[in-house]
């Protein structure tokens, strides 16, 4: 079952990939599955039906793919223990980063990728900078719930179906409020108190997310919420203040370590991201290559197709 929001206007889309995400969320989903030459694929199919099915059901104008960078973070410079309760990726997947690559290359999509950051902040920076400077629509594929920090009127997020009994799910801000507790521009300050074991984020010890949400809702930030304690508020009961009082700092470096950077040094150009400048036989043949067959009906329309139904209709 997929549920997406309804769209009411006729902008233009672009559809912004968070790489690693799918190919994390395909790797786990299949079994695995190895191509007409022996090498396991099933990361590698996973992901190109995942990225072939969301073109096909939202037709976006423009797409491009973010991956997370090798080399360390600037978030793990700032707390060492980021993430690092991670296991390292899986030697059969390695191989499989390339052959996505090549998959991407062929569909002829921009490629994002630089030293220190992470896809979040890729994304986080090409979504803000177009919806300030364009009119146009952004929707994030991606398998990672921080992202919905960015959710706005002009940016979605949406995250394909994970298990059987899972359904896709479109995140604008009234569904992010009924999933989180809070809006879309208070993620970060609701992840500063609950922390993020998934990214290993301390948070507030003693600070679960059904608190951290009424805090938030209550005080609106947690700049609001600490400056409330240091006015001598009593909404508080002694328990939570006391635990806020220890978790101060720990409260403040989680808010800065779950913050997507919209500000990455990135140069970015709209009219490259286009959907339909591709070569259709490059694609074909590496997906015959692959064992692909089934994926070829899904590949969206090159510029030659794309010029025939201009003209037709």
């Given at each position: 079952?997929?549920q997406?929001?309804p769209?009411?206007?006729?902008?233009?889309?672009?559809?912004?990939?968070?790489?690693?995400?799918?190919?994390?969320?395909?790797?786990?989903?299949?079994?695995?599955?190895?191509?007409?030459?022996?090498?396991?694929?099933n990361?590698?199919?996973?992901?190109?039906?995942i990225?072939?099915?969301?073109?096909?059901?939202?037709?976006?104008d423009y797409?491009?793919?973010?991956?997370?960078?090798?080399?360390?973070?600037?978030?793990?410079?700032?707390?060492?223990?980021?993430?690092?309760n991670r296991?390292?990726?899986?030697?059969?997947l390695?191989?499989?980063?390339?052959?996505?690559?090549?998959?991407?290359?062929?569909?002829?999509?921009p490629q994002?990728?630089?030293?220190?950051?992470?896809?979040?902040d890729?994304?986080?920076?090409?979504?803000?900078?177009?919806?300030k400077?364009?009119?146009?629509?952004?929707?994030?594929?991606?398998?990672d719930?921080?992202?919905?920090?960015?959710v706005?009127d002009?940016?979605h997020?949406?995250?394909?179906k994970?298990?059987?009994?899972?359904?896709?799910?479109?995140?604008?801000?009234?569904?992010?409020?009924?999933?989180?507790?809070?809006?879309?521009?208070?993620?970060?300050?609701?992840?500063a108190?609950?922390?993020?074991?998934?990214?290993?984020?301390?948070g507030?010890k003693?600070?679960?997310?059904?608190?951290?949400?009424k805090?938030?809702?209550?005080?609106?930030?947690?700049?609001?919420?600490?400056?409330?304690?240091?006015a001598?508020?009593?909404?508080?009961?002694?328990?939570?203040?006391?635990?806020?009082?220890?978790?101060?700092?720990?409260?403040?470096?989680?808010?800065?370590?779950?913050?997507?950077?919209t500000?990455?040094?990135?140069?970015?150009?709209?009219?490259?991201?286009?959907?339909s400048e591709?070569?259709?036989e490059?694609?074909a043949?590496?997906?015959?290559?692959?064992?692909?067959?089934?994926l070829?009906?899904?590949?969206?329309?090159?510029k030659?197709?794309?010029s025939?139904?201009?003209?037709?209709?």
């Open positions: 079952m997929t997406t929001r769209r009411t206007n006729h902008r233009p889309l672009l559809m912004l990939i968070d790489g690693h995400a799918i190919i994390y969320r395909a790797y786990h989903a299949l079994p695995a599955l190895t191509s007409p030459q022996g090498q396991l694929v990361a590698v199919y996973g992901f190109t039906r990225l072939l099915n969301v073109i096909r059901q939202f037709r976006p797409l491009v793919v973010t991956f997370d960078s090798k080399e360390k973070t600037l978030r793990a410079d700032l707390e060492e223990t980021y993430k690092a296991p390292e990726m899986p030697d059969d390695k191989p499989q980063i390339d052959l996505i690559k090549q998959v991407v290359n062929a569909l002829n999509m994002f990728e630089l030293a220190g950051y992470e896809a979040d890729l994304i986080g920076t090409i979504a803000q900078r177009l919806t400077t364009e009119d146009i629509d952004v929707l994030i594929v991606t398998g719930k921080d992202l919905l920090q960015l706005n002009k940016i997020v949406f995250l394909p994970h298990g059987r009994f899972s359904r896709d799910i479109e995140y604008d801000a009234e569904q992010v409020v009924i999933k989180l507790g809070v809006k879309p521009e208070q993620v970060v300050d609701l992840k108190l609950m922390g993020d074991t998934s990214d290993n984020i301390k507030v003693g600070i679960g997310q059904k608190t951290a949400a805090l938030i809702n209550q005080f609106s930030s947690l700049a609001k919420l600490y400056q409330a304690i240091d001598g508020a009593d909404q508080l009961s002694a328990g939570v203040r006391q635990k806020l009082l220890a978790g101060r700092a720990d409260a403040f470096l989680s808010q800065e370590l779950a913050r997507i950077n500000n990455v040094p990135i140069r970015f150009n709209l009219d490259e991201a286009k959907l591709y070569d259709k490059k694609v043949r590496l997906f015959e290559t692959l064992g692909f067959h089934s070829m009906k899904y590949l969206p329309q090159d030659f197709e794309v025939v139904q201009e003209a037709l209709f």
